[in-house]
């Protein structure tokens, strides 16, 4: 029901039972907040977003307080202001002067906030924390001298991602965050997705960068340097560079690496392709032959962790491909290796992903061969920004170039990956034509597409068969659709898991800060590059099928079997 509120004066609208930052946000008033996320049940625990309400002796939080017909509110006076300000203060007492080392500089909500809030000198003065980094993880770096208790990070593990790695410790003034007993990351139940880097304001979380050794691989001159970027990468950084969001920069973005130095560049979305051949054949062996089901997809290498953490019993249920990262890294360090007379020992194979999962997956031992990994070092879409920048390349007056052959060529049904469903979609793609030797007449398959967090759907393939799918987009969704299939109430043939919500798009490793239209944005440029181009389907990629015709012979052979798949193992979580 609507109901009238006065905001600084003005007349506004409001609903019954909303909350008075939700009614100021809807109106176009900001309210800084640091512990507040949308579509989270408020926590009050920053009291950043504290408000005056005419005749209350008190100020309230804004992000808990609900509204009521009449109220008059004062965002910005006098005790507002001093209240932020000091808690602000508050903040830094106990918090490193480091801004200038700090990898989250000019990027931090808490610097914003300071300059915001004019504060320029120390006025209170409390003992700085004393904390080791950690560094035990091969994914995240925990620096907790930096963290302000919001919460954040807390809430995204358990609520969204469903893991729970790390927690409130202590009380009252000794509080903090941090994992079980205190111990390393990497003892922890983490998967390495990074969506707490991506919710935490400072730089307590960050990934552990590899930039560096991307610039000692540059200088290499007897080794051949290779990259791959994922599919959802080209979409994801053109804001960055005064672009509009979601524009795909792709033909920028070789010729930027090509200026890094690099010699080969190579677009994952053939790997994408290859995924698919090989996992659209997986699907209809375990469908014909009666094998398990339903068959998760595996692309994403936190939901893998999460089942080898969580659901051992499901680990047969795995796709056994590799993910496109891992195809990619397997056909440069083999077929690629061998047709440009290359040693695979002699190649540094880097990847660009938008996922912090990745580089705990490239360290997997199955991913790779004879003590020769598929991937030497694995970075995230900040990562690469902060390359380019540091190679001083104007992305908006270089001429865009084409990523080298023999994988030069891939489908937009390979593109399209990088949205949730998308692995689905391209696979159903490939499995109906293997199935019945045709085209699917429309190729936009919209059950699977969108951003619900669990989408299912029936599809009709022949007479004969309907196969039952399931897409599910962060990861926290997934517990109870695990639960049905163990209790027999549900008969899905194939699951598609992205952990992060929405998507590689969303991944743990994209620029921090965006909005919820940045995400739609590149979803929608990756869905019109579908639309527009002519090879939508992974079987009719050129250049795949002449790697099948002359190397691997046909989906899941031997040599497939040797180079593109993998397998899994029941992990313990130590504390």
């Not at 997809?297 to 795995?318: G, M, Q």
């Not at 009719?540 to 040797?562: A, M, Q, T, V, W």
Request: overall charge negative; glycine content about 8%; hydrophobic content about 35%.
């Amino acid at each position: 029901m609507s109901i009238q509120i006065e905001v600084n004066g003005k007349k506004l609208e409001a609903f019954e039972g909303e909350t008075i930052l939700t009614a100021l946000k809807r109106n176009g008033i900001r309210v800084p907040t640091l512990c507040h996320m949308n579509d989270f049940i408020p926590s009050g625990a920053c009291r950043l977003c504290v408000v005056e309400i005419v005749g209350n002796p008190r100020l309230v939080s804004s992000c808990s307080f609900p509204v009521s017909d009449g109220m008059k509110i004062l965002t910005n006076s006098p005790r507002v202001i001093e209240s932020r300000k000091t808690i602000i203060e508050l903040l830094l007492s106990n918090h490193p002067d480091d801004c200038l080392y700090c990898i989250r500089n000019n990027n931090c909500e808490l610097q914003s906030l300071a300059k915001e809030y004019h504060v320029i000198e120390r006025r209170i003065h409390g003992n700085k924390n004393s904390f080791k980094l950690d560094h035990s993880s091969t994914s995240i770096v925990r620096d907790p001298e930096k963290c302000i208790l919001c919460g954040r990070c807390v809430r995204v593990c358990e609520e969204t991602i469903g893991v729970s790695a790390i927690e409130y410790i202590n009380r009252g003034s000794k509080t903090l965050i941090g994992t079980t007993m205190q111990k390393g990351l990497n003892t922890s139940s983490c998967v390495n997705c990074g969506q707490c880097i991506m919710v935490c304001p400072t730089g307590a979380l960050t990934e552990k960068n590899q930039t560096h050794m991307v610039q000692d691989a540059l200088q290499q001159k007897d080794k051949t340097l290779v990259v791959q970027y994922a599919p959802s990468i080209s979409v994801s950084i053109a804001e960055e560079f005064g672009m509009a969001p979601g524009t795909d920069i792709n033909g920028l973005l070789n010729a930027a690496l090509r200026k890094m130095g690099f010699k080969y560049v190579f677009d994952t979305t053939f790997g994408a392709d290859l995924t698919i051949m090989e996992e659209a054949s997986e699907l209809i062996q375990r469908i014909t032959e009666g094998k398990t089901l339903p068959m998760f997809t595996s692309c994403c290498p936190a939901w893998v962790k999460y089942i080898e953490e969580f659901a051992p019993d499901f680990i047969d249920n795995l796709s056994t491909c590799k993910s496109p990262q891992q195809m990619t890294g397997a056909v440069i360090k083999s077929y690629f290796a061998e047709q440009s007379n290359l040693k695979p020992e002699d190649i540094i194979s880097v990847s660009i992903m938008p996922c912090t999962a990745k580089k705990f997956e490239m360290q997997r031992e199955t991913m790779g061969r004879n003590g020769v990994k598929d991937v030497d070092i694995a970075i995230t879409t900040r990562e690469l920004i902060e390359l380019i920048h540091l190679h001083g390349i104007d992305m908006k007056t270089i001429q865009p170039e084409i990523t080298d052959s023999p994988m030069g060529v891939r489908s937009s049904a390979g593109k399209i990956f990088g949205a949730t469903g998308g692995v689905m979609e391209a696979a159903l793609r490939t499995a109906y034509k293997k199935i019945t030797g045709e085209e699917l007449v429309d190729f936009k398959i919209n059950a699977v597409r969108g951003f619900e967090g669990r989408k299912e759907a029936k599809i009709k393939i022949n007479d004969d068969l309907e196969v039952g799918v399931a897409v599910i987009s962060g990861l926290g969704n997934v517990r109870a659709l695990l639960d049905e299939i163990r209790n027999g109430k549900n008969d899905v043939h194939f699951i598609e898991v992205m952990t992060c919500p929405g998507g590689c798009v969303a991944g743990g490793g994209q620029r921090i800060g965006v909005d919820r239209s940045f995400i739609e944005a590149r979803t929608k440029s990756l869905y019109d590059i579908d639309d527009r181009e002519t090879i939508k389907v992974s079987h009719k990629n050129p250049e795949i099928i002449e790697l099948y015709d002359n190397y691997f012979g046909h989906p899941l052979s031997h040599k497939s079997h040797e180079l593109l798949h993998t397998c899994y193992m029941e992990r313990d979580v130590l504390l």
